[in-house]
């Protein structure tokens, strides 16, 4: 059962634009929302993270929209970079310990 | 190391081995998790250890995956009679404390059962 559903699977945007990835969850008891890149050959890096009780947390051009009552929370990437090109994966957890993860959005910045 | 450090980072084996991946977490970090990454899916919870003590191995994913940190440091996934479907990355994270902390991930073992 995957519990948390992530879209779309692949992205292509051009340099500047703006890259939207979308994640909605199930479980009500999760509250811990971050968000990871993951570049091929490496492991996962985390970028941001958000709790429930806030609705927007901005880190430089990486920006989460989390919207408690219909359970979905959204990466915004502002002038995307061909750099950026990566996989992300959003992920959720209720005490840390039992995190999981969409299963990711393959994004490609063209130059 | 400063960071998660794993071994090896490719692991070929026969169906019917037994294999063994290292993880070597960041100093200090209480808690450590092991995940399996299918291609082209995220990673899939295994399993978490608070110091030396398993709390939970709820995902693995039969009594042929075994895990152990006996000292509250490094860590050793073990995969007794490697089937082909065991065949992906299996990646190691550590966090300084309990609870919703960052976890810290290694590149991984890129494990392939022929």
């Known amino acids: 059962q995957q519990q948390v559903k992530q879209s779309p699977q692949s992205l292509i945007v051009q340099k500047g634009g703006i890259s939207i990835i979308n994640c909605a969850y199930e479980n009500t008891a999760f509250d811990y929302f971050p968000w990871y890149q993951q570049f091929p050959g490496k492991g996962p890096a985390l970028l941001i993270a958000i709790r429930p009780d806030v609705s927007e947390k901005k880190e430089g051009r990486f920006t989460i929209s989390f919207n408690k009552s219909a359970k979905q929370f959204s990466l915004h990437i502002m002038d995307s970079q061909p750099g950026d090109s990566a996989t992300y994966f959003c992920a959720a957890s209720s005490d840390g310990n039992d995190m999981r993860f969409g299963a990711g959005t393959r994004l490609t910045v063209k130059p | 190391g400063a960071g998660v450090s794993q071994s090896p980072r490719y692991k070929v084996a026969k169906r019917g081995q037994d294999v063994a991946l290292r993880c070597d977490p960041i100093s200090g970090h209480v808690s450590l998790f092991w995940y399996q990454q299918a291609l082209g899916q995220g990673p899939e919870f295994l399993t978490y250890?608070?110091?030396?003590?398993?709390?939970?191995k709820s995902g693995l994913p039969s009594d042929r995956f075994f895990a152990e940190r006996p000292e509250g440091s490094v860590s050793t996934l073990k995969i007794q009679r490697t089937q082909q479907e065991d065949s992906a990355v299996y990646l190691c994270?550590?966090?300084?404390?309990?609870?919703?902390?960052?976890?810290?991930f290694g590149d991984g073992t890129r494990l392939s059962i022929l």
């Open positions: 250890f608070q110091n030396e003590a398993q709390l939970d």
């Open positions: 994270a550590s966090s300084s404390q309990t609870g919703n902390q960052p976890q810290h």
